[in-house]
């Protein structure tokens, strides 16, 4: 039955988001995680559209936040406003009261708005006006941003990287899916007629899934090897944290769920390595030449000497 759902709501993403699969697969393994997922990747891919499909495929509240520089945290949290017949204040919820929050561009609008989803991204929650406010599950924030070296971005510190479970880039699409874009416009046409297909009691069922996945000593041994060798490359600056070791567990017994397995399997673990890893990582090869596809390479040799269990 899970199965099922799980495979309806793929296949209804893909209805609109005709770049490559495995984008869909890493973004349902966010939602089954309850984490957070990062798109990155040059304007005009479909970022956008790969996280309004999924918005719009759960019956679900959604908003969407188009983040500037000029955006103030409270434009984010929301803010109280004086009611004159109560004679008191009366507090208006921000977008961030949502189960699906869509943050377009989160790296063009300053640190300081950028900090205002830390709270609510780490423990579903929001301090405001003296006073906590827990957010419904199910809670995500699906975050776009182009390469930070265009210009008019700011750079996301890793604090904040450190709360999104996977970052995906998309690349560009294949040639015959292109075509398909070009000729149906699914963005214009597809998502506007786009119906869900899952409700939020069900999604918050599949996640409760998760934790209950077998995960083997073995594949706990093999993720701390992982994070382990990440710690001590010499070409790395920063390694993984335990967040982030805790962070490719969840993602693996995500992938499980997603798989229709009840336990993790050393696969699980490798194929999701560098989405969850990559950008919890600092090579210094980045920080002195600005190589962009460094990290990449140190990780899958990470990958190559560290034995995987049988």
């Given at each position: 039955?899970?199965?099922?759902?799980?495979?309806?709501?793929?296949?209804?993403?893909?209805?609109?988001?005709?770049?490559?699969?495995?984008?869909?697969?890493?973004?349902?393994?966010?939602?089954?995680?309850r984490g957070h997922v990062?798109?990155?990747?040059?304007?005009?891919?479909?970022?956008?559209?790969?996280?309004?499909?999924?918005?719009?495929?759960?019956?679900?509240?959604?908003?969407?936040?188009?983040?500037?520089?000029?955006?103030?945290?409270?434009d984010v949290l929301g803010v109280s406003?004086?009611?004159?017949q109560?004679?008191?204040?009366?507090?208006?919820?921000?977008?961030?009261?949502?189960?699906?929050?869509?943050?377009?561009e989160i790296n063009r609008t300053t640190p300081r708005t950028q900090s205002a989803l830390l709270e609510a991204m780490s423990e579903e929650q929001v301090s405001v006006e003296a006073q906590t406010l827990p957010l419904e599950?199910?809670?995500m924030v699906v975050a776009t941003q182009n390469p930070f070296e265009f210009e008019g971005t700011y750079y996301l510190p890793e604090n904040q990287l450190d709360r999104f479970i996977v970052k995906i880039s998309?690349?560009?699409?294949?040639?015959?899916?292109?075509?398909r874009i070009l000729?149906?416009?699914?963005?214009?046409?597809?998502?506007?007629?786009?119906?869900?297909?899952?409700?939020?009691?069900?999604?918050?069922?599949?996640?409760?899934?998760?934790?209950?996945?077998?995960t083997d000593g073995s594949i706990i041994e093999y993720i701390l090897d992982l994070v382990e060798a990440t710690r001590h490359h010499d070409d790395l600056h920063l390694g993984v944290s335990p967040r982030g070791a805790l962070a490719l567990t969840?993602?693996?017994?995500?992938?499980?769920?997603?798989?229709?397995?009840?336990?993790?399997?050393?696969?699980?673990?490798k194929q999701l390595f560098q989405a969850v890893c990559g950008h919890r990582v600092v090579s210094k090869t980045y920080l002195h030449n600005g190589d962009a596809n460094a990290t990449g390479r140190i990780l899958q040799n990470v990958l190559e000497k560290v034995a995987a269990p049988r």
């Open positions: 039955m899970a199965n099922e759902r799980i495979d309806r709501l793929r296949e209804n993403i893909r209805t609109v988001f005709l770049g490559h699969s495995r984008a869909v697969d890493l973004l349902l393994i966010g939602l089954l995680a990062l798109i990155e990747d040059v304007p005009g891919v479909g970022k956008t559209v790969l996280a309004k499909s999924l918005a719009r495929s759960i019956d679900c509240k959604f908003t969407r936040i188009q983040l500037t520089p000029d955006l103030l945290p409270s406003i004086f009611n004159t109560t004679q008191q204040f009366d507090f208006k919820p921000g977008p961030v009261f949502a189960n699906v929050v869509l943050a377009d599950r199910p809670f998309l690349g560009y699409p294949e040639r015959s899916s292109e075509h000729t149906t416009r699914p963005g214009r046409t597809t998502l506007d007629t786009l119906h869900p297909v899952m409700t939020a009691p069900e999604v918050v069922e599949l996640q409760d899934q998760v934790p209950d996945i077998k969840q993602a693996s017994q995500a992938a499980a769920v997603l798989a229709g397995r009840d336990f993790v399997t050393p696969d699980d673990v």
